[in-house]
């Protein structure tokens, strides 16, 4: 009896951790991923960037959703409602972070990062957000 009560034990700081903050974000953005009626240029940070530049890269993302929502808003996308979802979850999830956070000078800005289409903005954001979640 003793030995389960330990692997339960064991196993209870896994489960409380594995809910990660951008759980409802990564479901919006794979609700919008093939959005057609979405066809915008975006600066996409690259998936590859150094661990410290993370919060930065998180920033950009979540700035040019920003341009995503006000196209949505022009074109009355369907998914504007998801998009939105995606900015103010993930803006509200930065905010949290913000009081303790540096950036560091070697981190680049968003319009230093090249300009991609919609599709690929999405799955390099899907990436970096997955990466995320395994922390």
Known sequence: MRLIIFFLCAYLPKTAAGHCKWAEVLKDLEQIKTSKDIDVSLYTANTD????????????FFLEMKVIVQECYIKNCSKTQD???????????????????????????????????????????VKVIQRECRH
């Open 83 to 125: 998009v939105l979802n995606i900015w103010k979850n993930g803006n509200a999830s930065l905010e949290n972070n913000k009081s303790n956070s540096t950036t560091s000078a070697k981190c680049k800005e968003c319009e230093e990062y090249e300009e991609k289409n919609f599709t690929e903005f999405i799955q390099s954001f």
């Open 49 to 60: 960037e150094d661990k410290e530049c993370q919060e930065p890269i998180m920033r950009c």
